[in-house]
């Protein structure tokens, strides 16, 4: 649930409805409701009445893959109502279905006007940011068709055209015009006494440029019978522990979300691939960093993630310097979008490439793959895709003029480009942000990782030895480099980033805890991080916080200074195991786990930072992803860290 919506997500489409089943239009805030494909609001309305009212709700939508909810007419004690109704919702692949069944309570004839009104303004989803941007849109114009079984609305604005088909069966009686620009699909149903008539809506939308034969699934149960097919493939085979069934539950939800969350996307040859999304509401696309840690997560349980997401990304890496400079050749795409904003150039989001870390962990991810999987075509596929990330890092990254990877806010984009990347994530303990460009913690442990394992695959499948020994170098100087700019003594611990002059920022952060997952520091410096990490003011009883409490810069709602995020989690618990600190490991899933026991087994995008000693419940933070593939895949990575079987 966001929120004030149930979210239903089937691949590139989710749809957020209300407890009644409604959706309303709502714009702004954390959670907008509607029917959305492809970064594009197909249904803005979505409005059950009866009899001209509202109805009343006896049961809401509850949490599943589809929203069901019991409704009554309006009354009171002395007159039982009615009727009732049965709502039932499910989406499909670019498509969304309702069942209704009105149940007469009487034992005479009863006569019930029920009528549905739909709209579809075709927003998109960077317009419903509560960040108080506006975007012109010239020329842009809507239109609305009444068809022989309901209503088709399309959008336009120049060579930009969507669509949205709604169909009932039965037909309606009437499609009304309502002088707000919706359409109301209305009925007049004759019930025999304690009789039933059931009717089903059929939404269709068609985002620009889509020229697929799809078709909507004929009900909500059939919608459900497809996820579940793909769900169950995900699930099969995996092997989850029989001695702890919490875990074996977070697996198996984080799985069930993984397959849901697969999106269409291109490899180099344009062959059709499904890659994980990034998340919804906001982020049901290709994020680069977000498709490369799911992928790495689920590695060992399902390798099929990462042998398509690595072509996915080859597919979009850049081959040249944009107009902006944040495009530089090499370099792996941050994010992809499809909306009309973005067609147009109004958001820098079609490919946007403000990242540092994509990059490193494109090549963690083809040598991990190679290693885990003994299949070296991938490698030898994508080696010129490799070498060209390598030569980014080396050059445009800055390892070789500046020692380091360094990013530079950008102006239009983001501030900062590493997984912190909210404005002032990075920060010092008392809360100033750097000047300068920024040499953030975490990435220089990617790259360390990426050169090694980049040398492992010219050594043995690409056979160039000088080559590998030329990582090798770059990876031993990277790593003697960084202990000596980046270790506080006074703390026994890394800063979380240098600024443009070189100083530390000494924020002591859950970055640290990426250096282990990469191998960065050496095993004593490691050693004393990671059971720093699990110290009270770090380690919440969930887990282990991004800001460690008491800093002035620590906040438990903040989204990057002291909130709890299962993917970190999970790479500091793969950290500590390769430090042999597997108490601490199991601690930190532990957390996790319960906290995922208290939603459904789902682990949410982030959590607040309240302490477990004085909630006992996980907090949620309240802007967070309901689904998101980082998070999904995170019991994956702790049944790998704490070695259960």
């Not at 010239?138 to 088709?152: I, K, M, T």
Request: charged share 20%; hydrophobic share 40%; glycine share 10%.
């Amino acid at each position: 649930m966001t929120d004030r919506h149930h979210l239903l997500v089937h691949g590139r489409t989710f749809a957020a409805v209300g407890y009644r089943g409604d959706i309303s239009g709502y714009r702004g805030g954390s959670a907008p409701d509607g029917l959305f494909v492809r970064d594009a609001r197909h249904l803005s309305r979505w409005q059950l009445t009866v009899d001209g009212a509202v109805p009343d709700t006896l049961t809401p939508v509850a949490d599943g893959d589809t929203a069901r909810c019991v409704l009554v007419p309006r009354g009171g004690r002395d007159e039982p109502p009615a009727y009732t109704l049965f709502r039932e919702q499910a989406v499909g692949d670019s498509s969304f279905v309702e069942s209704l069944r009105v149940t007469s309570n009487r034992p005479v004839p009863t006569t019930v006007h029920l009528a549905v009104s739909a709209d579809a303004d075709f927003t998109d989803q960077f317009e419903l940011r509560s960040d108080h941007r506006t975007y012109t849109k010239a020329g842009a114009v809507r239109s609305r068709q009444v068809l022989a079984h309901g209503v088709e609305f399309v959008y336009r604005r120049g060579e930009w055209r969507s669509v949205t088909t709604v169909t009932a069966d039965p037909r309606p009686d009437a499609v009304e015009e309502t002088g707000t620009g919706a359409r109301r699909l209305a009925w007049t149903l004759d019930l025999e006494p304690h009789g039933t008539a059931e009717l089903t809506l059929r939404v269709m939308a068609r985002p620009h440029g889509d020229r697929r034969a799809l078709r909507v699934p004929r009900s909500p149960a059939a919608a459900q019978e497809q996820l579940r097919a793909r769900e169950d493939e995900f699930v099969r085979d995996v092997t989850f522990p029989a001695g702890w069934p919490e875990l074996a539950a977070a697996c198996t939800r984080g799985l069930a979300d993984l397959a849901a969350l697969q999106v269409p996307a291109t490899g180099p040859d344009g062959e059709d691939l499904r890659v994980p999304a990034a998340g919804a509401p906001w982020f049901l696309t290709l994020l680069g960093r977000d498709a490369l840690l799911t992928s790495l997560f689920a590695l060992p349980y399902r390798p099929g993630l990462a042998a398509a997401t690595l072509p996915a990304l080859a597919a979009t890496q850049a081959g040249g310097t944009g107009a902006d400079e944040i495009a530089q050749p090499g370099k792996i795409v941050h994010e992809v979008r499809h909306g009309e904003l973005a067609h147009f150039g109004q958001v820098p989001y079609g490919r946007y490439y403000g990242s540092v870390d994509a990059t490193p962990l494109f090549l963690v991810l083809l040598g991990a793959y190679t290693e885990h999987t003994g299949d070296t075509g991938p490698a030898r596929r994508l080696e010129p895709h490799a070498r060209a990330a390598v030569t980014w890092m080396l050059d445009h990254g800055g390892l070789t003029s500046r020692g380091y990877l360094v990013y530079r806010a950008d102006q239009g984009g983001l501030a900062n480009q590493n997984w912190k990347d909210s404005p002032g994530a990075i920060c010092s303990a008392e809360g100033t942000r750097p000047h300068g460009p920024v040499t953030a913690a975490g990435a220089q442990g990617y790259a360390y990782d990426a050169l090694r394992r980049t040398a492992g695959l010219a050594r043995t499948v690409w056979q160039d030895a000088t080559y590998a020994h030329l990582l090798e170098q770059a990876a031993g100087d990277l790593r003697e480099r960084f202990q000596r700019d980046f270790w506080m003594a006074e703390h026994s611990f890394p800063a979380l980033a240098l600024d443009g002059r070189g100083k530390q920022v000494d924020a002591l952060a859950s970055d640290a805890g990426h250096l282990l997952w990469s191998g960065l520091l050496d095993k004593e410096y490691g050693e004393l991080v990671g059971r720093r990490l699990l110290e009270a003011d770090f380690f919440s009883g969930w887990g282990v916080r991004t800001l460690a409490a008491g800093q002035p810069a620590y906040h438990p709602l903040s989204y990057h200074r002291g909130s709890v995020w299962p993917h970190d989690n999970a790479l500091i618990a793969l950290g500590l195991a390769r430090y042999g600190l597997h108490d601490e490991a199991r601690a930190i899933a532990h957390g996790l786990v319960d906290a995922a026991g208290a939603t459904g087994h789902r682990l949410p995008e982030v959590l607040a930072g309240y302490g477990r000693d004085t909630h006992p419940e996980p907090v949620p933070y309240p802007h967070a992803c309901v689904r998101e593939s980082r998070s999904a895949s995170a019991p994956l990575a702790l049944l790998t860290a704490v070695g259960v079987v």
